[in-house]
């Protein structure tokens, strides 16, 4: 990722990172693929957590909780900034 970098930056290094996990789930075993959502929201929320901390964390999730219920499921092709969302 950009050290320092401009937010335009930040978000292409972000789908970039977003096509690479999702390549590499693509290539996990077939027995594993269905449980790669649960692992990779596992991971997600430890990494953001560990980040901003447990507080920041539950807006950050509870912002995308929100997007969820309102049928707006971001595409891995477009990066939403979670941290920068007007609820």
């Keep these: 990722m950009s050290v320092g970098g401009d937010a335009s ?3 292409a290094d972000l789908q970039r990172a977003m096509r690479l996990i999702a390549d590499a789930v693509e290539e996990l075993p077939v027995e594993c693929r269905d449980l790669a ?3 990779l929201l596992n991971i ?3 990494a953001v957590a ?3 901390g447990c507080a920041e ?3 950050i999730f509870a912002r995308l909780a929100d997007l969820l219920a309102r049928g707006l499921q971001p595409p891995i092709a ?3 900034s979670l941290n920068a969302f007007d609820a």
Excluded: L
């Design 50 to 52: 560990q980040d901003v």
């Design 37 to 39: 959502g649960n692992a």
């Design 78 to 80: 477009d990066a939403i």
């Design 44 to 46: 997600a929320a430890e």
């Design 9 to 11: 930056d930040r978000i």
């Design 57 to 59: 964390a539950g807006r």
